[in-house]
């Protein structure tokens, strides 16, 4: 448990469950205070400041409600945790509304007490980091964070808490559109786990042949297959006890679904040509920009499987359902490449948010970090003005959208293949034809070029100059 020196208030009317807590919770080294009513609550809140508060509903002289209300109008951002013996659904609707971290009705569960706790100290956590990352914007630029202050994003820093106190055994499936920051969510998994100094090791599972894969995770025994000139370890054994991370899982074979399905019932495997059975140690993530439930009801993904790597589920959401994001995530990507590139950038015209505010993002964050690299690579001065996107999105790319169907999941799709089409005919234009090039560009490696290449049924040739 990690709530040592963590300083927690239980507010409640009812001295044995304060009692109760008490024990509880310092027998795990954290630091309890209490109150019995809700004018004691919020005395002990500006005297303590604690790192997390359990609140009873029904409380003398002000309700738990009450004491919510407070609290929001201070705009403070301590965790609470809801209990009442009285749980009605208006209740537990009013406590999430006033930002109640969880709601919890009696009889109490202790081990379910233990397990919020936890989490809600996690994200609390989580919390700080981005908040040190927006007062720190001239300090150093960390590639591999999160940044969001929308409620979706808090909801995806909650399950992260939550998987980082598991052990390794316990696997993640994560879903989002493309350009989400599905890999960056992994990322942050890992790093946030007690197996932090471990590697992580990423696989791209759509950009190999189902041989050129197998051999990828598990491994060859020399002569295995004509090539195999010597022994090579498998990703599953280089990952060690790490984090192994298996971006699209859904573009797998049905053939390696099965063998992967076994790795994951027995944490174990043979390399390729091998008798010798090796322990897997690391854990799991699946990523996938598609449905993986349509693709199991369509038949092209086993439910068996998706059951295994879809114990604990998180789902990003696309840049349009947390515009408030949006300004946060350009002046982050700003900072980054101005530094990057040496430039003295320290300000951003209010028609270049406007202007950013009112797009859709159909590329979700990788596209507006895009924008921000190229803003900054046009800007000849220290402030971005909004001519420099201009040369990025015409008037004319900013027209309505056509939707073949009106079914979301459909639109959707269309919209994403819209956009990667346009996005990688401008890009190979810059780059002219040459691969590497555009992934520079794009900031992205060679291999998500190709697998958009190959998906669009694209020539880089015909880009070349001749």
Do not use: W
Not at 50 to 69: K, R, T
Not at 184 to 191: D, G, Q, S
Not at 345 to 363: A, D, L, M, Q, T
Not at 421 to 437: M, P, T, V, Y
């Amino acid at each position: 448990m990690k709530l040592k020196g963590k300083s927690i208030l239980i507010a409640d009317d009812d001295k044995n469950i304060r009692y109760a807590f008490k024990k509880t919770f310092e027998s795990l080294s954290a630091i309890v205070h209490q109150a019995g009513t809700g004018k004691e609550a919020i005395t002990a809140i500006e005297k303590e400041s604690p790192d997390l508060i359990f609140l009873d509903v029904d409380m003398p002289e002000l309700s738990g409600l009450e004491v919510i209300q407070l609290l929001k109008e201070d705009n403070n951002k301590i965790p609470i945790i809801v209990i009442t013996g009285y749980g009605t659904m208006s209740t537990a609707i009013k406590a999430v509304q006033l930002g109640a971290y969880e709601y919890l009705t009696k009889p109490l569960d202790i081990d379910k007490i233990f397990v919020i706790a936890q989490r809600a100290i996690e994200m609390v956590s989580l919390r700080k980091k981005i908040q040190e990352l927006e007062s720190q914007q001239r300090g150093k630029t960390n590639d591999r964070e999160l940044i969001g202050q929308h409620p979706g994003m808090h909801e995806v820093f909650k399950v992260i808490g939550a998987v980082t106190t598991a052990p390794n055994t316990l696997n993640v499936l994560i879903t989002g559109e493309s350009g989400t920051g599905k890999e960056l969510v992994a990322r942050a998994i890992h790093n946030n786990g007690n197996h932090k100094d471990e590697p992580f090791i990423g696989v791209n599972c759509s950009v190999f042949s189902e041989s050129l894969l197998e051999s990828e995770l598990f491994g060859h025994e020399k002569g295995a297959f004509t090539g195999a000139g010597e022994r090579k370890k498998g990703k599953l054994e280089v990952a060690e006890s790490g984090t192994i991370f298996l971006d699209e899982i859904s573009e797998i074979s049905k053939e390696l679904q099965v063998k992967l399905l076994r790795v994951l019932q027995e944490r174990e495997f043979y390399r390729v040509g091998g008798n010798q059975l090796i322990k897997v140690k690391a854990r799991f993530i699946a990523s996938s920009n598609r449905n993986i439930e349509q693709e199991v009801s369509k038949g092209n993904f086993r439910k068996d499987l998706f059951y295994r790597l879809n114990v604990m589920h998180i789902h990003v959401p696309p840049l349009r359902e947390r515009a408030s994001d949006i300004s946060l995530l350009f002046d982050y990507f700003i900072h980054k490449y101005s530094k990057r590139q040496g430039k003295e950038i320290n300000g951003v015209s209010k028609n270049v948010y406007e202007f950013i505010n009112k797009h859709n993002f159909p590329g979700n964050v990788r596209e507006l970090e895009n924008i921000a690299e190229r803003a900054v690579v046009m800007t000849k001065g220290r402030v971005i003005e909004k001519s420099v996107l201009n040369s990025f999105y015409s008037a004319k790319e900013e027209c309505q959208l056509e939707f073949p169907s009106l079914v979301l999941s459909e639109a959707r799709k269309s919209t994403n293949d819209m956009f990667e089409k346009q996005f990688l005919d401008r890009l190979l234009k810059e780059a002219q034809g040459k691969i590497s090039e555009a992934a520079k560009i794009a900031g992205v490696d060679r291999r998500t070029i190709h697998r958009m290449l190959k998906k669009n049924n694209v020539n880089p040739n015909q880009y070349k100059e001749k």
